[in-house]
């Protein structure tokens, strides 16, 4: 490789702040792990988010790094479960599912 990969050294808080963030919002309820992409707190912990947002942003302080961490994991939520929801059989009409957000 050209250069070193670099780590944020935030990386244990931002794991903290995320899962309890995520937590909150309800992306860990027992109504997600029908979804079709099954959506867990241990698929979350497996896919250890944080550590990708650390490797790339990893000069961003401890507050930015939590924003970062917590838009793409509500990214990775909506389109982990949400999307292919309604396009599994295409009705729109469907109300949208309930999100503590």
């Given at each position: 490789?050209?250069?070193?990969?670099?780590?944020?050294?935030?990386?244990d808080?931002a794991?903290?702040h995320?899962?309890?963030?995520a937590?909150?919002?309800?992306?860990?309820?027992?109504?997600y792990?029908?979804?079709?992409?099954?959506?867990?707190e241990?698929?979350?912990?497996?896919?250890?988010?944080?550590l990708?947002?650390?490797?790339?942003?990893?000069?961003?302080?401890?507050?930015?790094l939590e924003?970062?961490?917590d838009?793409?994991v509500?990214?990775?939520?909506?389109?982990?479960?949400?999307?292919?929801?309604?396009?599994?059989?295409?009705?729109?009409?469907?109300?949208p599912?309930?999100?503590?957000?």
């Open positions: 490789m050209p250069f070193e990969a670099r780590l944020n050294p935030r990386l808080q794991r903290t995320t899962a309890q963030w937590r909150r919002m309800g992306m860990f309820d027992d109504e792990v029908q979804w079709p992409q099954r959506w867990s241990e698929k979350y912990a497996g896919a250890d988010f944080p990708f947002i650390a490797l790339t942003h990893p000069d961003a302080d401890a507050r930015e924003a970062v961490t838009w793409h509500a990214l990775w939520f909506v389109d982990d479960l949400f999307l292919p929801l309604y396009r599994r059989d295409h009705d729109r009409n469907r109300p599912p309930r999100w503590n957000g």
